[in-house]
């Protein structure tokens, strides 16, 4: 690609699913593209080889897929998205182990990957055509918790950009939030450090307040602009008395619900959100197993089931997750993106 190209128009109702594959410890193909067939069912209509690209992005004016490779040499693939599936541009290495996440600032100048084996997080310089650098900026750090098996050392686990432009990259094993400024330098105040045990895995901003899921004290943690804690609440009702591993979490297009997954429980719930405050409205069935990840498109939210190898279709109505037992079969799926 010598040449930066427009995004195509949305193809509504199609979506891009990650997963692991048989070379890291799953099952999927690399890349599924899927979309509405003649019946409004959600149907697969490609493929595309990749070695477990567990999560993935798009660029938001270029005809361009980015995903982790999530082994233990890490990698980043390029994908150009085309009306027959994914097409493989460019492989680099991560910069660390066992990326998880990635996420793109603003501008779309730099591409942020989390190294969740290491703790490293890397930055890539993007070209005008979209195009990565081959030499990442690596920040590498130390930290641990108090859980002995889960925080032995520092394990990044996602990259998010806030609405000033600065990056937080959440420390499962250090109960930290790393910041940096917009040209990824470090934050001058520091890292902002998180509830010792609590593991944060995802986060997300609304409200002028941040979100934090815990992946191992099972709440979502709410954090005012200042990180000052202002509240907390157990990400599951109940959901069948096991463990909850809360996952991936969002706001709804209408800003009045904030969503969580949770592992264990195998539910999606649902919370009205004013501000510090989360009230649990609504725990519904994932639709599988494992609930790794999830993502709302309209009035639909498609959950990735990782252990029952099925993305789920739920319905929205008003703001309120509704089964519908339609599911569509894709070995271990880890990332939902609607395209």
């Not at 909850?244 to 009045?256: E, K, L, Q």
Request: proline share 11%; hydrophobic share 35%.
């Amino acid at each position: 690609m010598s040449r930066p190209m427009p995004r195509p128009a949305a193809r509504s109702g199609t979506l891009v699913i990650g997963g692991y594959t048989p070379d890291t410890d799953g099952s999927g193909p690399g890349l599924t593209v899927a979309g509405m067939d003649a019946d409004g069912r959600l149907a697969e209509l490609a493929s595309t080889a990749a070695s477990g690209p567990s999560f993935v992005i798009a660029h938001p004016r270029l005809p361009l897929l980015y995903a982790v490779l999530e082994r233990d040499a890490g990698g980043v693939a390029v994908f150009e998205d085309e009306p027959d599936g994914p097409r493989p541009v460019i492989e680099l290495p991560s910069g660390g182990s066992h990326p998880c996440h990635l996420a793109l600032d603003p501008e779309a100048a730099w591409l942020v990957v989390a190294n969740y084996g290491d703790g490293t997080v890397g930055a890539f310089r993007l070209a005008p055509d979209g195009l990565p650098e081959p030499e990442p900026l690596l920040f590498r750090h130390e930290g641990r918790g108090p859980d002995p098996e889960r925080q032995a050392g520092p394990h990044a686990h996602q990259a998010v950009f806030g609405p000033d432009g600065v990056l937080h990259v959440t420390d499962l094993g250090a109960d930290l939030v790393r910041r940096f400024l917009p040209g990824m330098r470090p934050h001058p105040d520091g890292p902002v450090r998180l509830t010792a045990g609590s593991g944060p895995r995802h986060l997300v901003h609304h409200q002028d307040h941040w979100y934090v899921t815990g992946e191992l004290d099972g709440c979502v943690t709410v954090y005012d602009g200042g990180w000052r804690e202002v509240g907390r609440v157990p990400a599951s009702g109940g959901g069948g008395g096991e463990r909850d591993y809360p996952s991936h979490i969002a706001v709804s297009p209408d800003g009045r619900h904030i969503y969580v997954g949770n592992r264990g429980p195998d539910t999606v719930t649902a919370f009205e959100v004013d501000g510090p405050r989360l009230t649990l409205v609504a725990e519904t069935d994932a639709g599988g197993s494992w609930p790794r990840h999830f993502a709302v498109d309209g009035d639909r939210l498609y959950v990735a089931n990782q252990r029952s190898d099925n993305v789920a279709v739920l319905t929205l109505k008003d703001g309120i997750p509704q089964p519908t037992g339609e599911t569509l079969h894709v070995g271990t799926p880890s990332c939902v993106l609607p395209l």
